[in-house]
């Protein structure tokens, strides 16, 4: 008996369903989707095992930013589950020292003055200088921190705080891979993504163009376009 594929979508730092409301509408009627958000989870390992446990057995994982970090972590733990993978705007690579003073700095920021401090800055640290002047994006993005809330803010730096380079594990995927990004993407630039992509055999690099670091809300459109014809063309593993 055939069953529509399911797609497990694991959201960035900061944001909720809304981040893929786009690529949920587009694709829903040939696919079971999943939008998976982490706030109670202070661990990647914690956020991979809420996945697992609500996925089927085998499934493709779309994770954007810190929901490409819980992919690096299935891969860890369960590689065998995955049928297909996409990594949007993420990178492998452990964060250098001031990327995690930055996250401590959130965190303490946050910790004193509550989650509202903090949005001001993210518009301007995620998303391309013209889409960060738009404001219909600026309340969206704070919307969807204020859904995080304090406490998931917190639990998300703690959890990436202990991120660890995830080039080996990428190396093992030998699954339909696509890897997606923001041409300006200011946090994992298109190298990262380049890098990704050269390691996985069955893999297609696409770069989003006027995008930066929210591809799925700056660019849906585009983003759409490239996952509907990725899907299409690869058969699940």
């Not at 800055?121 to 995620?126: A, F, S, V």
């Not at 390691?199 to 376009?225: F, K, M, W, Y």
Request: charged letters at 20%.
């Amino acid at each position: 008996m055939s069953r529509r594929p399911f797609l497990a979508f694991a959201c960035a730092h900061l944001a909720d369903e809304r981040l893929y409301a786009a690529q949920v509408a587009a694709l829903a009627d040939g696919h079971d989707c999943r939008v998976f958000v982490f706030r109670q989870q202070v661990s990647l390992a914690a956020m991979a095992e809420e996945l697992l446990a609500n996925t089927p057995q085998r499934f493709t994982l779309i994770g954007l930013s810190l929901g490409g970090y819980v992919a690096f972590e299935v891969i860890r733990r369960q590689l065998q589950r995955l049928e297909r993978l996409v990594l949007l705007d993420t990178t492998t690579a452990a964060d250098a020292p001031a990327r995690h003073a930055g996250r401590l700095a959130d965190i303490a920021k946050v910790r004193a003055q509550g989650i509202e401090a903090l949005i001001p800055d993210l518009p301007g640290r995620w998303l391309l200088p013209a889409h960060a002047q738009r404001p219909e994006l600026v309340a969206l993005v704070a919307d969807m921190a204020r859904s995080v809330g304090a406490g998931g803010q917190i639990n998300q730096q703690t959890a990436m705080l202990g991120r660890p380079d995830s080039h080996g594990d990428l190396e093992k995927v030998a699954v339909p891979t696509l890897v997606m990004c923001g041409r300006q993407d200011p946090v994992t630039p298109v190298a990262d993504h380049q890098a990704m992509a050269a390691r996985v055999r069955d893999s297609r690099l696409v770069v989003i163009e006027e995008c930066g670091h929210l591809s799925t809300i700056e660019q849906p459109q585009a983003v759409n376009g490239a996952l509907a014809d990725w899907l299409a063309s690869t058969q699940p593993a």
